[in-house]
């Protein structure tokens, strides 16, 4: 969208007694910018639980300096936050970093939403170049009641996002936000496209 007023309707489909569903439309001068699906519920507080993984072993927050914000080439979002390179994996599969909101504030899930597509793309680290990665469709699953108990405003959250396919210009990035407990607070997956310049 432009920068500009939007239409924003959000439409309630189907209310259950643990979950309900609803959509939301957002358009400028009515075309359709964003469309988003939800599904809404109290996380409960006991049941099945497993884990096969555990959070990635990354550079220490005291060891890595924070992403320049107003460098050459950083998008103006990323501003926004505070952010500090902390993992290199897997032939440039696999990349990510200690991630805070710029002015600290309870992580809550619209924030650890936008934190799932704050980190550069790991089509960058593929490509070994910046490239035009647009959004085609990213799910976010918030697997923790948030913020959690001992987490502070101020702290960081670890973010790992990797690949393993892109065909036809069109790749995937799963994304993890980890508490820094250790605690898997939030999975997104995404399908973006490489847009080459010229294309």
């Known amino acids: 969208p432009a920068v500009g007023p939007l239409d924003v309707a959000a439409v309630l489909e189907r209310e259950g007694r643990s979950y309900t569903a609803a959509t939301l439309r957002i358009e400028q001068e009515g075309r359709p910018m964003a469309l988003g699906l939800a599904t809404l519920g109290a996380l409960p507080d006991a049941g099945a639980a497993w884990s096969r993984g555990a959070p990635p072993v990354a550079t220490a927050l005291d060891d890595v300096e924070p992403l320049a914000p107003h460098a050459t080439g950083v998008p103006a979002f990323m501003r926004n936050y505070d952010m500090r390179p902390a993992l290199h994996e897997d032939d440039g599969h696999v990349t990510g970093a200690w991630i805070r909101a710029r002015e600290p504030r309870p992580l809550d899930a619209p924030l650890a939403a936008a934190m799932t597509d704050a980190w550069a793309p ?59 407990a250790g605690e898997l607070l939030v999975q997104s997956r995404q399908l973006a496209l490489v847009r080459e310049p010229g294309a």
């Open 122 to 180: 790991v089509a960058f680290a593929v490509l070994g170049r910046p490239v035009a990665a647009p959004t085609l469709d990213l799910t976010v699953h918030v697997r923790r009641p948030l913020p959690p108990e001992a987490m502070r405003p101020e702290d960081f959250v670890l973010g790992r996002f990797s690949s393993r396919h892109a065909v036809g210009g069109v790749w995937e990035e799963d994304g993890e936000l980890w508490s820094p």
